[in-house]
């Protein structure tokens, strides 16, 4: 079992910067993918980034790529998006997911969620 818990989320002018923090119980954190995924209102749960448990290897959204990075540390069970340069397009609840599902940007390839916090971005 992991628990996920999401901080950091806030309004923001266009052009500025915001860094998301998920916390993570257990400790077997090092043995998941950690994920971002992201809902506007009317709009269906989208990926944002992932960082995967094995290699370390990193995915992006080419709507956040070059704009956001992923970052975790197995020490401390966190996982960090730094948000630059941001967009209201990409104003949403964002949810950190933990799993070990074979595909990193499907919803279903996670097995926890956290409770989400709210990006705001205003123009």
């Known amino acids: 079992q992991v628990q996920l818990v999401e901080s950091g989320g806030g309004l923001v002018q266009a052009g500025g910067s915001l860094r998301l923090s998920c916390a993570a119980s257990?400790?077997?954190?090092?043995?998941?993918?950690m994920g971002w995924f992201r809902q506007a209102p009317g709009k269906e749960r989208e990926f944002v980034a992932a960082?995967?448990?094995?290699?370390?290897?990193?995915n992006y959204a080419d709507s956040v790529k070059g704009r956001f990075t992923i970052a975790r540390d197995n020490a401390k069970n966190t996982v960090s998006l730094q948000m630059n340069s941001l967009k209201p397009e990409d104003t949403a609840v964002y949810y950190c997911?933990?799993?070990?599902?074979?595909?990193?940007?499907?919803?279903?390839?996670?097995?926890?969620w956290g409770q989400g916090t709210q990006v705001t971005v205003s123009s």
């Open positions: 997911a933990a799993g070990r599902g074979f595909s990193v940007v499907a919803a279903a390839g996670y097995d926890y």
């Open positions: 257990g400790r077997t954190f090092s043995s998941y993918t």
């Open positions: 960082d995967r448990w094995s290699g370390g290897s990193t």
